[in-house]
């Protein structure tokens, strides 16, 4: 390959990084195109050696005014995940909440769309409308030009190692950082640590194999983290996940964020119980993860508040759930037909859910049992349970009289259930709920009386198919002062 095409490999196609480099090199002698690649490949910044580059983006992140320097952060953050992958909305909204306290998901959408806007970020919306359920982002992602992420990378490292806010380590085996393997600094201030690691065999030499006795001793004492990152990519499915050892001195972790890439069946994580002993833990995010561990010890995180389980595997047993979690307030589960094996585990991993009567909302998404299946009647316990979105399952055919005890719901959303009949005769007792979403349910074509017993109901949304169901009771509701608005919608994405 010309030294021409390995530059603009090495500017990611990025048009302004092309210009300025190409400017900088222009009528150069071959040497000093070779050196500068050699500068690069030896882990060098594109910025380290393109001031004219560095100056032409800065002026984006210097337009952050002091009054939008929480921009200029979510810009910096989008440097904590690996380069060419989607980034969850779902993940940024976790992070975001806890680390700079941002109370209501829409400010953290609202944050994106600001980014997205000074082309500092690409924010994707895959749903098919807008309409697409309420407070739910699970089809929103980012992506970021890899120059963009090198340049927040960069700034991320301008101060001194034991001093940076975000601590962004890229390894590969045994590649460590020189600091880290010297174990130059005792202690380290950063609120955000960021671990990429590829696993090239089972008996890697990653950072997160503690059986690697030349990294066993490794170590790091960062009191102030709030936000731990572990992005694995595993190119042996048999490799085992264990959670450093130093997570449990995170005294003020309060997000955990663990991808498992590329593996074909969920990775084993160990040594969970870790996470037991860390008060302030209140969200925890997996992808492709399998956290059987917890059934084989006794573990409990009173603190958590929120699990998202993506492409997971648990083999959680219906006590052990409720043991692990006590205190848990949200849970979605998503892609479940990797996430249990045989129709009896969903089963008792859905029972195991109704024993957290602490629940407030349950996402489930795209779960199988391969037949027909209902909740289970224990779905009832959920008592303080305000929100129940089923979505894209396609053997959900319908639900327990028992839904008529959650007292609190507020909003169900039935999507894309493609073998849903019929809703209860008896939820007309639900006194909350103030919205419902049918759309995609194809096989729903009557509705009970008591429907007209939902004296909160406020909106219902649906698709051409059972508009006429909704509308033929409109007189009736309106015999009870009650102004039900009628919203018709695309189905929403599977």
Not at 59 to 84: H, Q, T, V, W, Y
Not at 153 to 181: A, F, M, Q
Not at 279 to 284: A, E, G, P, Q, T
Not at 461 to 486: A, G, M
Request: glycine share 4%; aromatic share 6%.
């Amino acid at each position: 390959m010309s030294k021409f095409f390995q530059i603009v490999e090495r500017c990611k196609g990025f048009p302004l990084a092309i210009t300025v480099v190409g400017r900088s090199l222009r009528a150069q002698p071959l040497e000093m195109w070779q050196n500068r690649l050699s500068q690069w490949a030896k882990g060098s910044s594109l910025f380290d050696s393109e001031t004219d580059l560095l100056l032409s983006l800065q002026s984006s992140l210097d337009a952050l005014d002091k009054e939008r320097a929480i921009i200029r952060e979510c810009f910096l953050d989008l440097g904590s995940f690996p380069e060419d992958r989607e980034i969850p909305v779902d993940a940024l909204i976790d992070i975001w909440s806890e680390l700079y306290d941002i109370d209501e998901d829409t400010s953290c959408i609202a944050n994106l769309y600001e980014l997205n806007n000074r082309s500092l970020a690409n924010l994707i919306d895959r749903r098919a409308s807008s309409l697409d359920g309420e407070g739910y982002y699970g089809y929103h992602y980012v992506t970021q030009h890899d120059v963009l992420r090198e340049l927040a990378i960069y700034h991320s490292k301008l101060d001194p190692v034991e001093h940076r806010e975000r601590l962004i380590i890229d390894t590969c085996g045994s590649n460590l950082p020189k600091w880290w393997r010297e174990q130059k600094y005792q202690v380290m201030k950063a609120r955000l640590l960021s671990l990429s690691a590829v696993l090239p065999t089972l008996a890697s030499y990653s950072i997160l194999y503690v059986e690697s006795s030349t990294l066993k001793c490794l170590n790091m004492h960062l009191p102030e983290t709030e936000v731990l990152i572990l992005n694995m990519r595993y190119l042996n499915v048999r490799d085992m996940l264990y959670i450093p050892e130093f997570v449990e001195k995170m005294d003020k972790l309060k997000v955990l964020v663990i991808t498992g890439e590329e593996a074909r069946v969920p990775v084993v994580l160990h040594n969970f119980q870790v996470l037991s002993r860390l008060s302030n833990l209140k969200r925890i995010r997996l992808r492709g993860i399998s956290i059987s561990s917890i059934v084989k010890n006794s573990i409990q995180v009173k603190s958590l508040r929120k699990l998202s389980l993506i492409r997971c595997s648990t083999g959680i047993g219906s006590a052990k759930l409720a043991h692990a979690f006590p205190n848990l307030e949200e849970i979605h589960i998503k892609h479940g037909s990797l996430l249990f094996h045989l129709p009896s585990d969903t089963r008792t991993v859905l029972r195991g859910l109704c024993d957290l009567i602490s629940l407030k909302k349950v996402t489930l998404t795209e779960v199988r049992v391969f037949q027909v299946w209902a909740l289970p009647d224990e779905i009832g316990n959920l008592v303080n349970l305000q929100v129940l979105r089923l979505r894209s399952c396609p053997d959900l055919s319908e639900l327990p009289n028992s839904i008529k005890n959650l007292k609190k719901l507020n909003f169900l959303g039935i999507f894309n259930c493609e073998e849903f009949r019929e809703l209860p005769e008896c939820i007309g007792q639900m006194r909350s709920l103030r919205k419902i979403d049918t759309r995609g349910c194809r096989r729903l074509t009557t509705l009970p009386r008591s429907v007209l017993d939902l004296k909160q109901l406020e909106e219902v949304t649906c698709d051409e198919d059972t508009e006429s169901l909704w509308k033929s009771l409109l007189p009736s509701f309106r015999d009870r002062n009650q102004d039900i608005r009628i919203v018709i919608g695309p189905p929403p994405l599977r």
